[in-house]
């Protein structure tokens, strides 16, 4: 009999001596490691089930037949007494390297890998100084693409399967997998097939050794010359969580940097490789001006620049009045830039018209739950859904690691549905997809919700739902009409299951919203979570998945027409994006950080404007046909904070040097408003975030220091009733 | 001859069609089973009888029964991906006599409540397989299996799978992987297949000869069964003579026959091929230790060829006489396990690719002294290190025949030729 | 590419074992006996089948080596070489087919005839050396057996090709 266990819920062992209690379950090797003991390891990978194919990690277990044993494969018991140094172990992990060795190349000299490879590490501190081996290597051609971004050098590889395995266990998309058997097998594809995932770049991240490596870094850098920093994704909602490793201040790649709430240790191509812009050549480095209507742009100092604009604002302003004034935000820039620019707009400049490009949301908040629009359940809490629902959505192509959240909840037993109107990466493995008509999410929100008003025991009737839809029976029949009899009674029989789900998560596209016959979009989904009952429980959940890295932030920050930071009505409320855009009333548009020339059919960004500024890292539409253009940083040279998705507010650091002659954006606009009389005191992004803080009760009690490495999510309930 | 179990009616002609099957007592043990048993009272009855598996690992058939966890729904798996080296038995089963282990299987799965079986059969034997699938049709048409069998409430799916060519298969875990439509690699255990194993069922998987055995059990009793054989190994079981004899093939013959008995009796092996001497024998598949001639007189069971320094293995026994080069012979059982490992652990991957080339180069009289030496090393450095036990068995005849024959190992590094066979006493350049 | 028949048998496969998956191994056959090989159509008629990609179906294909990754020849023909059928000669035999058959273990005739293949223990130790044409098994063999052996299958080609009113290609060299 073990000793008597402690009661502290957790299991007690001895570890090289070392007492040590982990929470049943763990595996031995965790527990070492939480121990400060490092057994090696090559095929495990703790984001996936143990598989102990490369008996690396050898231990010793007293009382445990036929020693040694595989530390990644065996859990923890009470009064387990574990030896990580003995002969026969030392021994074992030695044959077990130079069985890696006798077919592996040894070109570490011209591999990526070398200096952050785990085959050279643990052969340096577990290995034989020499090998045995003096017969025939297996060979292959030296590396092989298996996709335009991804090579892969068979002879360096050792077969662990992580990467096989990430494919089959986490991306569920099989594009890399074992090919042939026993001492021919190797990694691979169907032949001619490429490995076409856009999660193809953790494959490359947790392989131990160089066999995979990105065609973007190959033979850019050693690792040791690297400076990596930590931040945060620039290129969509998730906001996953990076490295950037830097050399001599250009970005060389962006490693995960495991945030388990977020990202859960895996990164999309997108985040991994598309950084290019910040390296670009083409990046401006110098403001630039049109010093006569109609002549071109060119460079000027920044002091002509700031003084142009803060006199041609007040001309504006005085000959027609404040509100001739119009600014439009960043979703890419930070919460404290975002806040400062409707700031400078609002107190400097006197205008109500600020705004974003965003989805269509009616009102600043949700009516039947008083919330403002965004998610109402964690990314980890996916995991617990039963029923997921994704509604004119697709994540893989738009917010790409929650569709490994979903899948992870396929996993755990969820049944996805995917309502939408073109094929999506998820139908695969989907429970039932309803394929819709073009424009027709709205159509489908409606009928859903109308389908799940006629259930019984509804957990959370709501009269003033049941009169909105019941009371307009004509739109029930438009969007029948819209979607035919068969997706029309496949959806209903969705709203059936929603209505009787332990926890639906209902999910939709921001963008989707702004799409003809739409404006119902939100308000009726977030309606049909809250009548099935399907919120503010565990994995249940409902809400809009938003475009941009901040885009939440941008309208926490009050970048709405309608709404001062903290969803603050605005009184009066503003012009929005469309109306600033194409109004003749408004003379002059403040850009930072946007592209609305992008969002116009014919492009022209200059429509009975008088004056635009444009604010931004390269010369793009919209800066092109700016009277004053000034030259930006990009994410990784500045400080600030981000909001996520699922409203983590997150800091990202400064990774590289500024580039000469650019500006942050808080910085440009703390000097515009010094120029208009507004002489604020900041000292940084820190000093702002305090004022958030402050005024915002979704970001109550937040400090620069308190973002810490992985982000604070706050939560919208004390907002309800703020 | 002894009065035989499994094989009694292998020969009768026809006995592969259930008309004749049946006028030999066929499905009259599923009869009683079903009319006579609850089914924990069979697991009993096997428990009793002694039965342990033929497969290789000679465990309890009956207690293996007894674990099964209690959830639903559990699956049966017969085992009939017979592909040890020197084995040959299952496929005779089949092909001959397919009604027995269809019988077998019902029985089992009735034992164990089990509601859907599957025969895994080996994929290379395609007539074995045509066999077992006609018999499984009979017996579907015949009411043995499907719903509500013979009236009991009992209702049984069985599925013939074939494989398609991997050793590996053979073993459970590996074949549930396989059946499951996956690559064929062994998986972790625990979980046991008995709580966690086909499509996370609890399931039970026993090999072909196992199973046909069962029948029998049923019809005669436990403790008939278990007058047959040794103390510890009940019964009889199938002996697969092959190599150096005279008259190889399956002999049928109660546990515990002396070894000399198989070889040398006239209704047996008949002798030595040649009336050479003989040099060494393997006694249970190519993944057991090598013993010598001087082991000759060892009984056949469980547990006096484990004292004897080997296992009773799935009984296939090959038998090498003096002409035989050991190392030759080894080399070629060397080459089986690196061409049928699957891959999946380092050890038995990378280290069957290095004995074979060391065994090869020392066959062909370019070897080293230090590499016999090497050879036990790297055997070390596999055995009870790798995932599953094929990187053990890989080791088995290369150590016991250096611990036998190490002399001749050192000759061919010495001489550069074989010591003895058709390429001994030759010039190392002239043989190849 | 296969056939909407053949599709439809393996659909009924999948459907016939608790998990579609499972019906991966004799759908390959199946795609298998219409081209010969796994050809990239059979891999595509598989995966579509069972909801696999073709990676998938290619990394289980690749496992087992009754599929053939190449188009093989109208006779393959696979010697034992495990021990059993070592110890009764089948190296020479092995050696005699090459002779016969002019092709080295392992390759195709380019006449696409034959394909030679050594292939381990086909559990037919008692009646060593043994050889499997099409799956069926030739036992017992002795030198005078294989000799037999061959010249029975070139007079199928002969006939083969007589009826189809031409000589086979390389039927003149055999």
């Known amino acids: ?722 | 001859m002894p009065e035989l179990i499994i094989t009694k009616h292998i020969d009768v002609p026809g006995i592969d069609r259930l008309s004749v099957y049946r006028q030999y007592g066929g499905y009259e043990a599923l009869e009683k089973a079903l009319r006579e048993y609850q089914p924990e009272e069979i697991v009993e009855l096997v428990k009793k009888s002694g039965l342990r598996g033929r497969g290789g690992a000679g465990f309890p058939t009956g207690m293996k029964w007894g674990f099964l966890a209690k959830n639903e729904p559990r699956y049966l798996c017969c085992n009939c991906d017979e592909s040890e080296p020197g084995t040959f038995k299952d496929r005779m089963l089949m092909e001959k006599n397919p009604h027995q282990l269809v019988e077998g299987v019902i029985i089992t799965s009735y034992a164990c409540r089990v509601s859907t079986a599957f025969i895994y059969v080996r994929g290379e034997l395609a007539y074995a397989a045509r066999q077992v699938q006609r018999a499984v049709d009979e017996a579907y048409a015949a009411g043995y299996i499907g719903k509500n069998i013979l009236g009991s409430g009992y209702s049984l799916d069985v599925i013939v799978h074939r494989g398609a060519g991997a050793y590996i298969c053979g073993e459970e875990s590996a074949l549930m992987e396989s059946l499951e439509g996956r690559r064929g690699y062994p998986r972790l255990k625990p979980p046991f297949p008995a709580a966690v194993g086909l499509y996370g069922g609890p399931t039970v998987i026993n090999n072909c000869e196992t199973l046909s055995t069962v029948p029998a059990i049923v019809r005669n009793g436990a403790d008939w069964y278990a007058s047959f054989g040794t103390e510890k190994s009940k019964g009889t079981r199938i002996f697969c003579l092959s190599g150096h004899v005279k008259k190889p093939g399956n002999y049928e013959l109660p546990l515990g026959t002396p070894l000399r008995t198989l070889i040398y009796d006239e209704q047996y092996g008949g002798g030595i091929l040649g009336d050479k001497q003989l040099k060494a024998v393997i006694p249970g598949g190519s993944s057991t230790f090598i013993l010598g001639a001087d082991k000759i007189d060892t009984p056949l069971d469980f547990e006096s060829v484990a004292a004897a320094g080997s296992m009773l293995g799935s009984g296939g026994v090959i038998v090498m006489h003096e002409d035989t080069c050991i190392v030759d012979a080894v080399l070629r059982m060397t080459e089986f396990y690196r061409d049928e490992s699957c891959g999946k652990c380092t050890p038995c991957r990378e280290g069957t690719y290095w004995l074979v080339q060391l065994l090869e180069r020392i066959e062909h009289g370019h070897g080293k002294m230090s590499d016999i030496d090497l050879l036990l090393d790297i055997c070390d450095n596999i055995s009870g290190k790798s995932f599953c036990p094929l990187g053990d068995a890989a080791t088995s005849s290369i150590t016991s025949s250096i611990k036998l024959f190490r002399e001749e190992y050192e000759y061919h590094v010495r001489e550069g030729c074989c010591m003895v066979g058709p390429k001994a006493r030759k010039p190392a350049a002239a043989a190849l | 590419m296969i056939s909407e028949q053949a599709k439809q048998r393996m659909r009924e496969l999948a459907a016939r074992y608790p998990v579609a998956r499972s019906a991966v191994m004799p759908a390959l056959y199946i795609a298998q006996a219409e081209e010969g090989y796994v050809s990239r159509a059979a891999l595509e008629a598989v995966a579509e089948v069972l909801n696999m990609t073709v990676d998938d179906v290619e990394s289980v294909a690749t496992f087992y080596t009754m599929y053939y990754q190449r188009p093989p020849g109208k006779k393959v023909i696979k010697v034992c070489n495990s021990i059993s059928c070592y110890l009764r000669g089948c190296d020479a035999l092995i050696e005699q087919l090459e002779r016969r058959l002019r092709i080295k273990r392992g390759e195709t005739s380019p006449d696409g005839r034959y394909t030679l293949l050594t292939v381990e223990c086909l559990a037919s130790c008692g009646t060593a050396p043994v050889l499997q044409v099409n799956d069926e098994f030739v036992e017992n063999l002795t030198p005078e057996l294989v000799d037999r052996l061959v010249d029975q299958w070139e007079a199928e080609f002969q006939a083969e090709g007589q009826s189809q009113g031409r000589s086979p290609a390389g039927a003149g060299g055999c």
């Not at chain 1, 009999?1 to 502290?8: F, G, I, L, R, V």
């Not at chain 1, 003096?134 to 335009?148: A, E, G, T």
């Not at chain 1, 820039?333 to 018209?353: I, S, V």
């Open chain 1, 1 to 722: 009999m073990a000793e008597e266990a402690k009661n502290d819920g957790l299991v007690h062992l001895t570890i090289d001596g070392i007492p040590v209690a982990v929470p049943p379950g763990t595996l031995v090797w965790a527990a070492a490691k939480q121990a400060g003991i490092e057994i090696p390891i090559y095929c495990y990978h703790p984001k996936m089930p143990p598989l102990g194919a490369c008996r690396m990690c050898f231990v010793e277990i007293e009382k445990m037949p036929k020693p040694p044993q595989t530390a990644c494969t065996t859990p923890v018991s009470e009064g387990m007494v574990v030896h990580t140094k003995t002969e026969k172990v030392l021994k074992a992990r030695r044959g077990t390297l130079e069985f890696l060795l006798i077919n592996h190349p040894l070109d570490c000299p011209i591999c990526d890998k070398g200096g952050e490879c785990d085959l050279q590490d643990f052969t340096l501190r577990h290995g034989p100084g020499a090998t045995r081996f003096d017969l025939r290597k297996r060979h292959y051609p030296k590396p092989i693409p298996v996709s335009d971004r991804v090579l892969l050098d068979r002879e360096r590889c050792i077969l662990c399967q992580r990467c096989t395995r990430f494919c089959s266990e986490i991306s569920m998309d099989n594009g890399l997998v074992m090919i042939n058997r026993g001492y021919r097998m190797e990694v691979g594809t169907a032949p001619g097939q490429a490995f076409d995932s856009i999660f193809s770049g953790n494959t490359v991240e947790i392989c131990p050794v160089g066999a995979l490596t990105s065609a973007k870094y190959r033979f850019k850098a050693r690792p040791w010359e690297l400076k990596r920093i930590p931040s945060v994704c620039n290129n969509c909602s998730v906001g996953c969580n990076v490295r950037i490793d830097v050399r001599v201040d250009k970005i060389m790649r962006q490693m995960s940097r495991c945030n388990d709430d977020i990202d859960d240790g895996w990164l999309c191509d997108r985040g991994r490789w598309d950084f290019d812009y910040v390296n670009d050549a083409q990046r401006l480095r110098t403001p630039l001006v049109r010093r006569q209507p109609g002549g071109v742009l060119e460079p000027a100092g920044w002091g002509e620049a700031l003084g142009m604009i803060a006199e041609r604002l007040r001309t504006i302003k005085e000959r027609y009045g404040a509100s001739a004034i119009g600014g439009i935000g960043s979703t890419r820039t930070t919460n404290e830039e975002a806040y400062l620019f409707q700031k400078l707009l609002r107190e400097a400049l006197g205008t109500p018209n600020v705004d974003h490009h965003h989805g269509f949301f009616p009102g600043l908040r949700d009516p039947l739950t008083e919330r403002p629009w965004m998610l109402t359940t964690a990314i980890a809490d996916f995991e617990r859904a039963s029923h997921i629902v994704l509604v004119a959505s697709d994540p893989y192509e738009r917010q790409p690691i929650l569709n490994l959240r979903i899948k992870k909840a396929l996993k755990a037993g969820a049944r996805i549905y995917v309502v939408n109107e073109s094929p999506t990466e998820l139908d695969r493995l989907a429970t039932r997809v309803i394929r819709l008509p073009q424009h027709g999410a709205g159509a489908a929100a409606r009928l859903l919700l109308e389908a799940a008003l006629r259930q019984e025991n509804l957990r959370n009737p709501s009269e003033e739902v049941r009169t909105r839809v019941l009371g307009t029976p004509q739109e029930t029949r438009q969007a029948e009409a819209l979607c035919g009899a068969e997706t029309t009674a496949a959806l209903r029989e969705l709203a059936r299951e929603i209505a009787a789900a332990p926890a639906a998560l209902i999910l939709y596209d921001e963008m989707a919203t702004l799409a003809p016959g739409c404006a119902n979009l939100a308000p009726d989904l977030q309606a049909l979570a809250v009548i099935t009952g399907n919120i503010d429980r565990p994995g249940a959940g409902v809400g809009p998945l938003f475009e941009d890295a901040n885009s939440l932030g941008a309208r926490d920050m009050g970048l709405l027409p309608d709404s001062l930071p903290g969803y603050r009505p605005a009184s009066p409320a503003g012009l929005s994006y469309q109306e600033m855009l194409t109004s003749d009333a408004v003379k002059a548009l403040y850009i930072m950080g946007a592209n609305p020339a992008r969002h116009l059919a014919d492009g022209n960004l200059r429509r009975g404007k008088e004056f635009i500024v444009v604010q931004e890292i390269l010369l793009t539409e919209s800066a092109q046909q700016a009277d004053v253009v000034l030259p930006a940083l990009s994410y990784a040279e500045k400080d600030g904070s981000m909001t996520n998705v699922d409203h983590h507010v997150q800091a990202i650091r400064r990774a590289l040097r500024p580039l000469p002659g650019a500006r942050a954006d808080w910085e440009i606009l703390m000097d515009l408003a010094a120029l208009l009389g507004h002489p604020w005191s900041y000292e940084g992004p820190e000093d702002v975030l305090l004022e958030i803080a402050a005024q915002h009760p979704l970001y109550q009690g937040l400090t620069w220091e308190g973002l810490g490495l992985q982000g604070v999510r706050t939560g919208e309930v004390e907002v309800a009733h703020a």
